[in-house]
């Protein structure tokens, strides 16, 4: 029997990429999934594939929800906890990348960097965790970047907002794992999502890892003895960073 059999599973930005890849993995398993992202319609179509590739025949719960807004994240974990009581992962895959010269960047694409990629990580991270702490478990699994510990041009924001959530998580950490509660950071390299341009995609497809290599390696995290944390795991290309 999998260890994930039957858990509650929230993933944020679950409408494509490795949230998507990892809902299907993680629904092949028997959990109970809740997807997130700020598009319903998205997410619908996101339910019917999960469905349809991973054989399961539990319904996901559709919370839409945008992580950069408080009232939304609230709303949406109001929503959760009316139909669960809580959850025993959270899977904090929601962000977005703005990739520039430092010299080129905006006040707006600063701003939106930082509230995708670490207010609403924290505000996610914090409605979860309250109920996984009184508890005594749960695992909260941040998808973060390999950016955050190796430098790349035209990455400034990004790599800042992901160093901060990896510094924020090894915090949280340190206060959380006396509560039975796990935080896992996954730092990832060159994967091929909608982050990269269709032109890269291209050009770098044959030296990308795949969603579904990156939703592998979660749900082996996962499926760790409850004595065991991994805490950082780093995975890149066989062939390195692009």
Excluded at 87 to 102: R, S
Excluded at 127 to 132: E, L, P, T
């Amino acid at each position: 029997m999998t260890p994930l059999l039957n858990k509650i599973v929230w993933i944020t930005g679950a409408s494509r990429g490795i949230g998507l890849a990892s809902a299907i993995s993680l629904a092949a398993k028997g959990a109970r999934l809740i997807l997130s992202s700020r598009s319903e319609e998205d997410l619908r179509k996101a339910a019917q594939t999960v469905r349809t590739i991973s054989g399961s025949t539990i319904e996901p719960l559709i919370v839409p929800c945008d992580v950069t807004s408080p009232d939304s994240v609230k709303g949406a974990w109001r929503i959760i906890q009316e139909q669960f009581g809580g959850v025993d992962i959270l899977v904090n895959n929601a962000g977005i990348g703005v990739f520039k010269p430092f010299l080129e960047l905006t006040l707006e694409d600063i701003e939106l960097s930082l509230d995708a990629n670490i207010k609403g990580a924290f505000l996610c991270a914090q409605a979860a965790a309250r109920g996984m702490a009184e508890r005594g478990a749960g695992v909260i699994v941040s998808l973060n970047s390999v950016a955050a510990q190796k430098t790349f041009a035209n990455c400034s924001i990004y790599a800042a907002s992901k160093s901060a959530l990896l510094a924020a998580n090894r915090v949280i950490r340190e206060e959380l794992r006396g509560k039975g509660v796990k935080v896992i950071d996954l730092l990832v390299g060159a994967t091929e999502t909608d982050i990269w341009s269709p032109a890269a995609r291209d050009e770098f497809r044959l030296r990308m890892m795949q969603p579904e290599d990156i939703a592998a390696a979660l749900v082996s995290a996962l499926e760790l003895p409850q004595r065991m944390m991994p805490e950082e795991i780093v995975l890149r290309p066989q062939l390195g960073d692009l």
